[in-house]
């Protein structure tokens, strides 16, 4: 059994060494070793209106629904898909940053169970109203596509 390890090993070794000559990382000769610092900067992407930028949910709409209902929703989208990509995205960032914290006990151990939350997420909820996302798909105006449209606004 010893003389087999010793060939397993060897192999292994030889496998090893290709690999360093082959895949130059695996030896820590990294490529951007020797940049110090510039060099390279990227452009952050910025964020466009989704219902804009979507040409191919534009087209299954307008394939889909009847006309007088993708031209009645079609302002409500174009407008909410600015508000996302500008305001609500900003506010979105916020809410990433300071996640909501549950207080369960207080200093002196007694039992509160707060929820503390910060500005941003309580303007996502007046957002919310204002739109009406729950509200869409109980109203009556657009009958069997009402749920289409909420989904692809506000999904």
Same mark, same amino acid.
């Given at each position: 059994?010893?003389?087999?390890?010793?060939?397993?090993? $060897?192999?292994? %070794?030889?496998?090893?060494?290709? =690999?360093?000559?082959?895949?130059?990382?695996? %030896?820590?000769? +990294?490529?951007?070793?020797?940049?110090? /610092?510039?060099?390279?900067?990227?452009?952050?992407?910025?964020?466009? %209106?989704? +219902?804009? @930028?979507?040409?191919?949910?534009?087209? *299954?709409?307008?394939? %889909?629904?009847?006309?007088?209902?993708?031209?009645?929703?079609?302002?409500?989208?174009?407008?909410?898909?600015?508000?996302?990509?500008?305001? &609500? +995205?900003?506010?979105?960032?916020?809410?990433?940053?300071?996640?909501? $914290?549950?207080?369960?006990?207080?200093? *002196?151990?007694?039992?509160?169970?707060?929820?503390?939350?910060?500005?941003?997420?309580?303007?996502?909820? @007046?957002?919310?109203?204002?739109?009406?996302? &729950? =509200? &869409? =798909?109980?109203?009556?105006?657009?009958?069997?596509? $009402? /749920?289409?449209?909420?989904? &692809?606004?506000?999904?």
């Amino acid at each position: 059994m010893l003389p087999r390890m010793n060939t397993i090993t $060897r192999s292994l %070794n030889q496998v090893f060494q290709y =690999a360093h000559g082959v895949f130059p990382v695996l %030896n820590r000769c +990294y490529h951007f070793q020797k940049l110090k /610092t510039g060099g390279f900067s990227q452009v952050p992407p910025t964020l466009q %209106n989704q +219902y804009d @930028s979507d040409w191919f949910l534009q087209l *299954w709409l307008q394939t %889909n629904l009847p006309k007088e209902v993708v031209d009645s929703i079609d302002p409500d989208l174009q407008r909410f898909g600015k508000e996302v990509a500008t305001s &609500i +995205y900003d506010l979105h960032l916020q809410c990433e940053a300071e996640p909501p $914290r549950l207080e369960q006990y207080d200093s *002196w151990g007694k039992r509160v169970d707060k929820l503390h939350t910060s500005p941003a997420w309580k303007a996502q909820k @007046s957002i919310s109203a204002k739109e009406g996302l &729950i =509200a &869409i =798909a109980y109203e009556r105006q657009f009958h069997e596509f $009402r /749920t289409v449209w909420l989904s &692809i606004g506000y999904d």
